[in-house]
């Protein structure tokens, strides 16, 4: 069986989210659905729970819960350009502008200075740190 084999019937959730891409392993989406931040139709689901082709599937990342909806079943990894033949994305316009505003604020509420030094800063840093050359001038030893 290849990574775009389709199966028909039902299959595996946690299967399914890993197969699909939308988490790296498959114990992280089974954490995921442990955690109650995977849900099929508000109702939060085991790991175990069998899907079948037509279910909307919402997956809660904070602050914004994504939903898909299946198109094919598969267990079986597959590359990123197969996956529009497995799921389709049918998010909610107002849970992506969540997104976009959480983006867009990230970068306002960071008070200057904080987090990560810009090239700027580091340039500076290093000037200061490396210039000793007003110190040739002036003897210690002597007095």
Same mark, same amino acid.
């Given at each position: 069986?290849?990574?775009?084999?389709?199966?028909?019937?039902?299959?595996?959730?946690?299967? +399914? $989210? +890993?197969?699909?891409? $939308?988490?790296?392993?498959?114990?992280?989406?089974?954490?995921?659905?442990?955690?109650?931040?995977?849900?099929?139709?508000?109702?939060?689901?085991?790991?175990?729970?069998?899907?079948?082709?037509?279910?909307?599937?919402?997956?809660?990342?904070?602050?914004?819960?994504?939903?898909?909806?299946?198109?094919? $079943?598969?267990?079986?990894?597959?590359?990123?350009?197969?996956?529009?033949?497995?799921?389709?994305?049918?998010?909610?316009?107002?849970?992506?502008?969540?997104?976009?505003?959480?983006?867009?604020?990230?970068?306002?509420?960071?008070?200057?200075?904080?987090?990560?030094?810009?090239?700027?800063?580091?340039?500076? $840093?290093?000037?200061?740190?490396?210039?000793?050359?007003?110190?040739?001038? +002036?003897?210690?030893?002597?007095?």
């Amino acid at each position: 069986m290849s990574g775009n084999d389709k199966i028909k019937g039902e299959v595996r959730i946690d299967k +399914w $989210l +890993w197969a699909v891409r $939308l988490f790296k392993t498959r114990s992280i989406a089974i954490e995921a659905c442990k955690k109650g931040r995977i849900t099929i139709k508000g109702i939060t689901i085991k790991p175990s729970r069998m899907i079948k082709i037509g279910d909307i599937i919402e997956v809660r990342r904070p602050p914004v819960t994504y939903s898909f909806e299946v198109l094919n $079943l598969t267990e079986n990894r597959m590359g990123a350009k197969l996956v529009p033949d497995f799921m389709k994305d049918v998010t909610p316009a107002s849970q992506l502008e969540i997104l976009e505003m959480s983006k867009v604020s990230g970068f306002i509420d960071r008070a200057r200075g904080t987090g990560r030094p810009t090239k700027k800063d580091r340039r500076d $840093l290093e000037q200061f740190t490396e210039d000793y050359s007003y110190f040739d001038d +002036w003897d210690f030893d002597k007095e």
